[in-house]
């Protein structure tokens, strides 16, 4: 019999039963080490206590509405959110690249509004990442995505990422937006500089554009901030896309946006029937305030310095292997030299008990829980160093 499974991804053998902390484990009680995170998603670790608490309360009393009606908890984050950051309206949705499109959707109409529909056209940058919806795939731009899925779309212009020259170089006056994610996770774990960031805002200023930020994978308090671009200070969004941690394992995202773009979405623009449901926001507002609490981001900075430090001499270490080390914060990866395999590390460091990702350009990933300790880390570097020296034999 065929498989049941479309053959979309192809996972190794090995099953986890449950989590707890950073730690995942299997039927037979064998412990890995999480520093993957469901891909940058478990934000608070596995098994959250207040999370578990949470989601289970609202899951004896009300699990789905619709918007249709008005769903409880969606305010109260819609608050956090806009009273905390550069936003003043909301959209929930259950996914990253439902939060993309709706971004890109939101600046369309804020153009169209300003009875300026001929600006549509969105510049988005190599190695981006924004999803698999048909919109997102033509916005990331990757060859291999869109291989076989028909014509592509129209009104995305692909710039190299950082080349403030060209950038600038590609707006017209079809120019809508530029989207950018402040740390590409997918394209290979490579942080914008923040001056390019600011350099993007003062072109955006200049010539009257949206700046989009896509912080799917590089915000909830992955960088050590709660949103990434908080490190360029002035280089606000007015539309950001965010999902994966503002959930901590739990499918949620939204489109957060300035008033004069969100008041543009009125009713029959856009809509979901499950985005913003009270599970997920019953978990989102739990995620929001453990990450905002006291003291959370020093601890997720002083032992994300922790882990560059010995990052850095692993590289020192392996300088065969490893070509260099990127990321920021607690998403961080390793560029692997010609001839290392960014997958066989991962498969040598997952024999070892440690769980890392791949991404682009062959780097090996890491986005572990924001929770982890420097012991944690040691433990992590430990069977790295094992696995480099495995991996490069
Ligand atoms: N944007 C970025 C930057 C991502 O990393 C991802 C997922 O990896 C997405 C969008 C798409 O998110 P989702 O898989 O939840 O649709």
């Known amino acids: 019999m065929a498989a049941p499974l479309m053959s979309t991804y192809a996972p190794p053998d090995l099953v986890f039963e449950r989590g707890e902390g950073v730690r995942l484990y299997t039927g037979d009680n064998k412990a890995y080490l999480d520093f993957i995170s469901g891909i940058a998603v478990n934000a608070l670790g596995h098994g959250h206590p207040k999370a578990v608490a949470a989601l289970k309360a609202q899951a004896d009393k009300l699990w789905h509405l619709s918007n249709m009606f008005k769903v409880p908890g969606q305010v109260e984050l819609a608050k956090k959110y806009t009273e905390t950051s550069f936003a003043d309206r909301v959209f929930f949705t ?5 939060a993309v499109e709706a971004s890109l959707k939101a600046a369309r109409r804020y153009f169209y509004d300003k009875g300026e529909p001929h600006r549509y056209r969105v ?12 919109g997102a795939i033509n916005a990331g731009g990757n060859p291999a ?18 080349d403030h020259e060209a950038t600038k170089a590609a707006i017209t006056e079809e120019t809508a937006a530029i ?54 200070e002035t280089a606000q969004p007015d539309i950001m896309a965010v999902a994966k941690g503002v ?10 946006t300035t008033e004069a773009v969100g008041k543009g979405m009125v009713v029959g623009t856009h809509g979901s029937t499950f985005g913003g449901n009270p599970l ?20 997720v900075n002083q032992v994300s310095n922790f882990m560059h430090q010995q990052l850095a001499g692993l590289a020192d270490r392996h300088e065969g292997i490893v070509e260099e080390v990127r ?50 880390a040691s433990e992590a570097i430990g069977i790295l160093d094992d696995a480099l020296t495995a991996a490069g034999k």
Request: hydrophobic share 40%; with cysteine.
């Open 280 to 299: 997920a926001m019953a978990v989102g507002n739990v995620v929001f305030d453990e990450l905002n609490a006291p003291g959370f981001f020093d601890k």
């Open 327 to 376: 990321g920021k914060g607690l998403l961080m990866g390793l560029k692997l030299r010609e001839g290392i395999v960014n997958k066989a590390v991962a498969g040598e460091a997952r024999d070892r008990g440690l769980l890392i990702g791949a991404a682009g350009d062959n780097v090996a990933r890491m986005a572990p829980p924001l929770i982890i300790t420097e012991d944690d």
């Open 247 to 256: 959930g901590g394992g739990f499918p949620m995202g939204a489109c957060l």
């Open 94 to 98: 259950n996914s990253g690249a439902e």
């Open 179 to 232: 989207l950018v994610e402040p740390v590409q996770g997918e394209g290979g774990v490579r942080a914008l500089p923040d001056v390019c960031l600011r350099g993007l805002r003062e072109l955006c200023d200049e010539h009257g554009l949206l700046l989009i930020y896509d912080e799917v994978q590089c915000g909830a308090g992955r960088t050590g901030k709660m949103w990434a671009h908080e490190w360029a």
């Open 145 to 162: 995505y869109l291989k076989g899925f028909g014509p592509r779309m129209e009104g995305f212009d692909q710039i190299e990422f950082g």
């Open 123 to 134: 510049i988005t940058f190599t190695g981006a990442f924004h999803g698999r919806t048909y």
